[in-house]
């Protein structure tokens, strides 16, 4: 097969770095990390073994069948399913759900032998989780519970209100617990609430978007490290009469003679149409503008006069925070959108 015109690369010891950050910040709480949705896009096996050469040694996936997709790189990495157990789920040996509703409760009560298991209190997201209001310890009779989590909903923005009222809802629910079980662990924390303050952290955080790369909360903006490069192929440069539009809807016109790169990326590949007239991408050091509406498979860029011919790569300007004020995409959507037409490169 002919090399693909589509790379990413990504570099595992900023992830590394990246975790360290979090479990620097983290205090005496141990640091796990989330891996859900195939390592946020690059590639969970990868990006667990990294992590497990940091330190880490808890990862959060959404399912079992997600969990029993992954290569465990040793039999102290604890793999955490967070949509806890559904009705058809086959239990997975040594994975630990995080239960979500009395359901699955009883289904876990009843067919875990007495595994160790996670559970869930909503408190104030109303998503997934026992309701904080009708949360009783008697609920967790028969259980092996090793953690209860709760998770925020405005943990990136510091002067959310809902951050105090869920981190008090979170602190009762969890008392109420340990009075009769004083083993039981504390987690509240994914990559913004860790910024939020020690009080936060309880026993274990749960970080995902920073250790990509992301910007979870202004506390991090300039701190964390590039982890993820996307780069594409030029396939032909044009020059565009002075008048002349460029791409669908012609959303974009030519005000003088302009050089436009057309290059191997488009919609399917993650680069969403957010991107049109608003993206850029780095050749020879500078920053070059998107032009018009980007394709399903490509995307034309104003090269101005710089050295560029068929064959050339490009790197797409990808900074998460920027690209997503650029885009109207989440940091999230740009990782978890990036799709399978890359040749990933690790390093
Ligand atoms: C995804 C997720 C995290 C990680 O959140 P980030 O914002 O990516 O750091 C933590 N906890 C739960 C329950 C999650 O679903």
Not at 74 to 81: L, P, S, V, Y
Not at 87 to 101: F, K, M, Q, W, Y
Not at 120 to 148: E, H, P, Q
Request: aromatic share 6%; with cysteine; hydrophobic share 40%.
């Amino acid at each position: 097969m002919p090399p693909a015109a589509l790379r990413l690369d990504i570099d595992l010891e900023a992830l590394a770095a990246n975790w360290r950050w979090f479990r620097d910040r983290s205090g005496a709480a141990a640091t796990g990390a989330a891996v859900k949705a195939d390592g946020y896009g690059l590639g969970a096996d990868r990006v667990i073994a990294a992590l497990y050469g940091a330190g880490c040694r808890d990862v959060f996936v959404t399912t079992f069948a997600e969990a029993a997709t992954l290569a465990r790189p040793a039999r102290d990495m604890t793999i955490r399913a967070l949509h806890g157990l559904r009705p058809a789920d086959e239990i997975v040996p040594d994975v630990v759900p995080v239960l979500n509703s009395p359901e699955q409760i009883a289904r876990w009560r009843d067919s875990s032998g007495g595994a160790p298991c996670d559970v869930m209190i909503d408190t104030g997201m109303n998503r997934l989780g026992i309701d904080w209001r009708g949360f009783a310890v008697d609920m967790l009779a028969g259980l092996n519970v090793d953690i209860v989590h709760s998770h925020l909903a405005c943990a990136d923005d510091p002067e959310s209100p809902m951050n105090d009222e869920q981190l008090q809802r979170f602190e009762s629910a969890l008392a109420a617990v340990r009075a009769a079980r004083p083993d039981v662990r504390g987690s509240l924390c994914g990559s913004g609430a860790v910024c939020l303050g020690p009080e936060y952290h309880f026993d274990l955080t749960r970080p995902g978007l920073g250790i990509y790369g992301g910007v979870p909360s202004p506390a991090a903006a300039g701190t964390l490290a590039r982890v993820v490069r996307p780069h594409a192929e030029v396939l032909t440069v044009r020059i565009v009469p002075a008048g002349d539009s460029v791409g669908y809807g012609a959303t974009w016109r030519a005000p003088t003679e302009t050089r436009v790169a057309t290059i191997n990326l488009g919609y399917a590949d993650g680069y969403l149409r957010g991107f049109s007239n608003a993206g850029s991408v780095v050749l020879a050091g500078r920053t070059r503008p998107v032009l018009g509406r980007v394709s399903m498979d490509l995307v034309t860029v104003d090269v101005g006069d710089l050295d560029v011919t068929e064959g050339d790569w490009v790197e797409i300007d990808y900074d998460l925070s920027s690209a997503a004020a650029a885009s109207g995409l989440s940091q999230y959507e740009l990782l978890t959108g990036l799709g399978h037409r890359y040749q990933r490169h690790y390093r």
